[in-house]
């Protein structure tokens, strides 16, 4: 749950409506009125109980960038590249849909579709909202974008979530309230997601792609329909979310396709459809299945599809007079949930999640977990930066939501934001022009955050809610500097000569642990096993051996160690007084292509940790999974790439740990990675690739920028800390934290006014450590949306992993609270209006975690609800 807070200042008297949160909080939400909602029940046809029900879902998958800008897909420019324009497919398809009540379709994509609106006349928008009532246009997914799993970070998801379904509620009231998560086309599947989904009210889940032997084995079980529990912290059903394995992507049955963009013949009228093939239903549990009628860009004269459509359903239902049991209807995911649950069947448990993703023996989607690190690093620190943003508009009061010195404009980051997370977009898989459009939506939203800033001065505002100990590093000209705080009092502080050489690090560091940097040769795809090479999707190296690129590095020992492995490969080795962690600051590129051979640079670190080939990494920077090499949890897996097949995502930290020890690393964005050896932790940095590897981008990954014509130079930092298991998440948990909302250092010119006040805190009291200020942004004029968030997972911290208590009304400095009311993760629905269908599950509900709690203090005390199980 979360929650906006109604605020009026110098009012202290508080109206909490009522304040009950479930047992387990992991996001709190708080809003100022219920209001009672009535469901708008979705217009699904009849099905027939006797017979197999095909579900024809028109559908248009429309990414929010890839190949061309966003822009350039909403207006069908440069269709020399791709073609494709979403104005004529939402101009086409609603024309289509009044021609005749029976057509259904479904819209995804919430970051077209308001621009289209925008766009249209009163009538049409009057028009748009009947079939919207009807059912006949339905919203799944609904978020701004089609997030991608892989790369992305949980807050930065909800925002995109939060975005895309305000505008549909807005809009739209309970009917535009998308039932459905829709991520046909994401390359794998984080177990975070579906928690996400859950807590946002959806009742399903269907996507496209999962690993080639996994589906097989689902398939043969009957198993692509499942209940995911995608929580180990959460009771059940909290975290529970139905989910639905497409039969074939998300492409229509062969012999189908009749887009404008296909060959397929049309239905004639004297049809023979015995080539009406519905093997398919076989590998489903139920009498229903879903077909997915359409494809990337579709229906831009949906004529061509709905005419078709049309006779399809007419020909063969009227077969059903001469004994056929086939039944085919308009219908849309919501109608076919439906029919699911009405089933009434039990569903196998999933527990784990569905990376890395496969789609054959040789080709492992896991180089995109690091493609365009750069791009990956500005996105993250992009989301730090408006968080803070937000929390400035909130608590500036309403001069700083507007004029010259306001942050005034949070607007264009949001959006922004919420476009880097398209699947195509911080992965990593965009053509190179895409990727620097992203790059200049991010720029122009900062440009328009301009966050207020008070000799020179450095200003430095912490956005988490405790303080923190977080070194600041500046350029300076010469050795005469006194550094102070506000209060005039010195700060610790050292001016690092670039060559002065001071004995420290080099004893600390070879007691701990090895890290060298290596590389891996890029598969050119001359090879006897496949001809699949690296690419921006696919990671495929040489060989299973990395290259160490240099065996003695060059070292240089200051307050920092410096080291040269090659003249493009170096790192810098920190470790801060009070520090929990070693800083290790890498710098890579231009990655050398002179031999003709792409590279795919890796920071290794080597200990004596008995690891046994397990090791954690994060989902979306939030809940930690346990890996294990050459296994997965669900299945018999055949390994075939020894290192591409173990390669995770690590989106904030993974670790290695034995009895006695536990090594993790924070990462300051998304990168892939794994445990080859025991007791190793290998991370990819870098990559240069000088071949596409044929998934649709038809780009090398081959980055350049005007500042590095000769390649891409990156540099980044891993925060390692080594501690006894049992404490390492009260360090790695708020480190994380730190490094994803880091302070954010401003500057201001001049002396500063003698009024300026030199110290400023939001809160009225630090939260406890277990809570995590997730949200703070202003709603409406009135009105504030708060996240609080129970940071740690059941059981990983014996201190932490508590139930805890946070006082709202002594929460802010400079707010007062008048009312308070909850709302699910995404803020689109009032906590009366929140039911989910429940599932039964197969085998044994076996939740093991203790449940965190978080519980909101009102003047009715702790309110607790009761356990859900
Ligand atoms: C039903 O079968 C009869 C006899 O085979 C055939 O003439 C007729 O066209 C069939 N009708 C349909 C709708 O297939
Ligand atoms: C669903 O199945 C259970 C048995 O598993 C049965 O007790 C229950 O009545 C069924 N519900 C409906 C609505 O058919
Ligand atoms: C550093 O300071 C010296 C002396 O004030 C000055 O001559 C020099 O130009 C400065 N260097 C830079 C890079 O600003
Ligand atoms: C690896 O590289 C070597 C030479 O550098 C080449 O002979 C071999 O075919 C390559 N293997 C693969 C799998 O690309
Ligand atoms: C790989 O093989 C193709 C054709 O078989 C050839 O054109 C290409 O030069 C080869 N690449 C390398 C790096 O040997
Ligand atoms: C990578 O390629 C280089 C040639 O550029 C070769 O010397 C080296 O042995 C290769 N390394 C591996 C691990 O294949
Ligand atoms: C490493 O741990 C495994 C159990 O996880 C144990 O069987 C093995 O003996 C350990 N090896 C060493 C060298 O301690
Ligand atoms: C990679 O980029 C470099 C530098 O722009 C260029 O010289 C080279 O031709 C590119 N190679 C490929 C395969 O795109
Ligand atoms: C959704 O929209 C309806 C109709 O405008 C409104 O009454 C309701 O409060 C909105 N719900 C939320 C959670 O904002
Ligand atoms: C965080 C939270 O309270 N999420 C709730 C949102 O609403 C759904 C039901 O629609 C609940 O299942 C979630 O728990
Ligand atoms: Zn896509």
């Not at 519905?278 to 990337?296: C, E, P, Q, R």
């Not at 004529?303 to 849309?332: A, C, F, H, P």
Request: glycine share 6%.
């Amino acid at each position: 749950m979360i929650g906006k807070i109604h605020k009026q200042m110098s009012h202290d008297s508080w109206l909490f409506s009522k304040m009950a949160t479930p047992d387990y909080t992991p996001f709190v939400f708080l809003l100022l009125l219920f209001q009672s909602g009535v469901w708008g029940v979705p217009s699904c046809h009849a099905t027939k109980p006797g017979m197999l029900n095909v579900h024809l879902v028109p559908h248009t998958h429309d990414d929010v960038g890839w190949l061309k800008t966003v822009d350039q897909y909403f207006y069908g420019d440069r269709n020399d590249i791709q073609h494709a324009g979403v104005q004529y497919i939402l101009d086409s398809v609603v024309d289509q849909l009044l021609k005749n009540p029976d057509r259904r379709f479904i819209y995804v994509e919430t970051a077209f579709f308001y621009r289209w609106w925008k766009q249209q006349t009163d009538d049409m928008q009057n028009t748009v909202k009947q079939l919207v009532n009807e059912g006949r246009l339905e919203f799944v997914n609904g978020g701004w974008c089609m997030s991608d799993e892989a790369t992305t970070h949980y807050s930065a998801v909800i925002d995109q979530m939060t975005m895309g379904l305000r505008f549909l509620n807005d809009t739209f009231g309970h009917c535009g309230r998308p039932r459905v998560a829709w991520h046909i086309d994401p390359f794998g599947h984080a177990r975070e997601h579906a928690s996400m989904f859950a807590q946002m009210g959806y009742d399903g889940f269907f996507f496209g792609r999962l690993d080639y032997q996994d589906r097989n084995r689902r398939m043969v079980a009957r198993e692509q329909e499942m209940l995911w529990r995608a929580s180990e912290s959460l009771t059940p059903p909290m975290a529970d979310l139905f989910t639905g394995i497409l039969p074939n992507g998300y492409n229509p049955p062969e012999g189908f396709c009749w887009d404008q963009s296909c060959d397929d013949p049309p239905i004639r009228d004297d049809p023979d459809l015995e080539d009406y093939n519905v093997d398919d239903a076989l590998v489903y549990k139920t009498n229903h299945i879903i077909m997915t009628m359409g494809s990337d860009f579709q229906y831009e004269n949906a004529n061509l599809w709905y005419k078709n459509l049309d006779k399809l359903i007419r020909y063969v239902n009227q077969m059903q007079s001469n004994g056929s049991e086939v039944n085919v209807l308009y219908s849309t995911p919501s109608c076919y949930l439906q029919e699911l649950h009405r089933a009434n069947l039990t569903w196998p448990l999933k527990g784990d999640d569905f990376f890395p993703y496969a789609d054959s023996a040789h080709d492992f989607w896991t180089g995109y977990f690091t493609s365009r690190p750069a791009l990956k690093r500005y996105e993250r620190i992009s989301n730090s930066y408006l968080q803070t943003c937000k929390q400035l508009e909130v608590l500036g009061g309403p001069i700083s939501r507007k004029g010259p010195f306001g942050a005034g404009d949070s607007e264009t980051l949001k959006k922004a934001m919420a476009v880097a997370q398209h699947h195509d977009a911080v992965s990593g898989t965009e053509k190179q022009h895409v990727a620097n459009d992203y790059a200049r939506k991010l720029a122009n939203g900062w440009a328009h955050c301009q966050v207020p800033t008070m000799c020179f001065s450095v200003n430095v505002y912490n956005p988490l809610a405790r303080p923190v100990s977080w070194p600041v590093r500046l350029p300076v000209n010469g050795t005469a500097y006194s550094i102070s705080d506000a209060k005039g009092k010195a700060v610790d502080s050292q001016v690092v000569s670039l060559c002065a050489s001071i004995v420290t690090l080099r004893d600390f560091l070879s007691s701990l642990f090895c890290v060298c940097l290596s590389r891996y040769n890029a598969s050119d795809g001359n090879n006897s096993e496949s001809i699949q090479m690296s690419g921006a999707y696919i990671f495929r190296p040489n060989t299973s051996t990395p290259f160490i690129i240099s065996k003695t590095a060059k070292i240089e020992t200051l307050q920092e160690v410096r080291q040269w492995f090659s003249p493009w490969v170096s790192q810098v080795v920190r470790l801060y007084t009070d520090s929990r962690a070693l800083e290790l600051e890498w710098t890579v590129g231009p990655v050398p292509i002179g031999d003709d051979l792409g590279k795919e640079v890796i920071s290794r670190l080597d200990s004596s940790i008995n690891s046994s080939g397990v090791f954690y990494t994060d989902s979306n920077g939030r809940e930690v999974l346990q890996r294990r090499k050459d296994y997965r949890p669900t299945w018999n897996l055949r390994q075939s790439e020894p290192i591409a097949g173990n390669y995770y995502p690590i989106n904030s930290r993974a670790y290695i740990k034995d009895d006695k020890d536990q090594l993790t690393v924070v990462t300051d964005r998304s990168q892939g990675g794994g445990s080859i050896q025991d007791g190793s932790l290998e991370i990819m940095l870098h990559r240069r690739l000088l071949y596409d590897d044929v998934r649709g981008v038809g780009e090398p990954l081959n980055e350049t920028s005007d500042i590095y014509p000769e390649g891409l130079v990156v540099r980044g930092r891993h925060l390692l800390s080594l501690s006894p298991p049992a404490t390492a998440a009260d360090t790695h948990r708020p480190l994380a934290q730190e490094v994803v909302l880091q302070p954010l250092i401003t500057f201001t010119d001049g002396e500063l006014h003698p009024s300026t006040r030199l110290e400023f805190s939001g809160l009225q009291a630090v939260l406890p450590p277990a809570v995590h200020l997730l949200t703070v942004s202003q709603w409406d004029q009135d009105t504030v949306l708060l996240r609080l968030e129970h940071q740690y997972q059941a059981s990983e911290s014996k201190e932490h992993s508590q139930p805890v208590t946070v006082n709202l009304q002594k929460l802010f400095s400079t707010l007062d609270m008048l009312g308070v009311s909850e709302m699910n993760l995404s803020a689109n629905q009032w906590k009366d209006e929140m039911t989910r269908l429940d599932w039964k599950a197969e085998s044994g509900t076996h939740h093991t975690g203790v449940t965190n709690q978080l519980c909101l203090l009102s003047p009715l005390g702790c309110v607790k609800t009761a356990d859900l199980l």
